[in-house]
């Protein structure tokens, strides 16, 4: 299984991005797709999270403003954000949990970062 994101990039605040995850390889079902990100010397967060049912989670600090959805038949996550601040300049990491089909378990797996840049 492979996680690969794009959509990352520089952007000036207030302005807006979209990033992109896509699954691949051995899949049987995803349960939950989401974003967490890291900014330089702090703890890797969660951004937000969407269910196979579309039930959505997201950070206080971006709700409102970003907005996740997703294409269950492309295994695809998108993360809508607008009106960008400084602070959420990170690298933003996709997530999955998902069930091969060899066995009965999900397994949390992650793709590769992509870089959002701010400026102010």
């Known amino acids: 299984v492979q996680l690969q994101a794009s959509g990352g990039g520089l952007v000036q605040a207030g302005g807006s991005l979209r990033l992109s995850c896509a699954a691949s390889?051995?899949?049987?079902?995803?349960?939950?797709m989401g974003w967490y990100r890291q900014a330089p010397g702090k703890q890797r967060e969660l951004v937000a999270t969407i269910t196979s049912g579309d039930f959505t989670n997201y950070a206080d600090s971006v709700r409102g403003r970003f907005t996740i959805s997703s294409d269950n038949a492309k295994n695809t996550v998108y993360l809508q954000m607008n009106s960008l601040k400084p602070e959420d300049a990170a690298v933003y990491y996709c997530?999955?949990?998902?069930?091969?089909?060899?066995?009965?378990?999900?397994?949390?797996?992650w793709g590769r970062g992509t870089l959002v840049t701010v400026s102010s």
């Open positions: 390889g051995s899949i049987a079902s995803i349960s939950t």
């Open positions: 997530n999955a949990i998902i069930r091969t089909p060899s066995g009965s378990m999900y397994y949390n797996y």
